[in-house]
């Protein structure tokens, strides 16, 4: 008998549910979804990206995920995943740039490449300079849609980094999710506007002390 899912670090034994997660859940995105422009090849090309950088966010340990609690014989799926960076830190290491470079360049040509990486600079820039945890991916297994899974992981990490006094940053690439982000507590700090026409809203979200 399952109980109801439980929030937890992310693991790296994790790494292909997330990637699986993630896939499905930005395939249309309006931002994500021109990022990969070939709809035939998105679901291979866009994986492999999102397992680069998922693999990279576990470096640190503040990713999470939502799962069912199980015994040992068996298999648990995710439920929902949240990609986190502490303060301070960078979305690919340095010694990981010429590897993601090479990738983008295989997975898309040139000038998708090139695309991808001025959106990319775009929201490097936006970032706002005062320290925070950076959400960059909140995503919901394509089975568990409409559960509340994701909105129960965000807060659950919201509820740490309150704790321990640390605010957090989001941008929400789908209007469709701003309002749960602001019932949150995320206030709109600013708007990046892409050269495919879709615009951005970034979040900010003061650490909120517990009652």
Do not use: C
């Not at 290491?93 to 490449?113: F, K, M, R, V, W």
């Not at 945890?133 to 568990?144: H, K, M, Q, S």
């Not at 409409?146 to 919201?158: E, K």
């Not at 990046?192 to 909120?208: E, H, I, K, N, P």
Request: glycine share 6%.
């Amino acid at each position: 008998m399952r109980d109801e899912p439980t929030a937890r670090r992310a693991l790296r034994s994790d790494i292909d549910e997330m990637t699986r997660i993630v896939t499905s859940a930005f395939f249309d995105d309006p931002v994500w979804g021109p990022s990969f422009p070939d709809p035939s090849t998105r679901p291979e090309v866009a994986s492999a990206y999102w397992r680069f950088m998922i693999t990279e966010a576990l470096r640190f340990s503040e990713s999470r995920v939502l799962d069912e609690k199980r015994d040992d014989t068996e298999a648990s799926p995710l439920r929902a995943v949240s990609v986190w960076y502490p303060p301070g830190a960078e979305e690919i290491s340095p010694e990981a740039h010429p590897a993601y470079d090479a990738l983008i360049h295989e997975l898309l040509g040139t000038e998708a490449a090139a695309a991808l990486n001025r959106a990319g600079a775009q929201f490097v820039a936006a970032r706002p300079s005062e320290p925070h945890a950076y959400l960059t991916l909140l995503a919901v297994a394509p089975e568990a849609q409409g559960g509340g899974y994701g909105m129960a992981l965000l807060r659950s990490a919201l509820a740490e980094y309150d704790a321990a006094g640390i605010p957090t940053y989001l941008e929400s690439s789908n209007p469709a999710n701003d309002a749960r982000y602001e019932r949150l507590g995320y206030g709109p700090r600013h708007i990046v506007r892409l050269a495919t026409g879709a615009s951005v809203q970034t979040y900010w979200r003061d650490a909120t002390p517990p009652a």
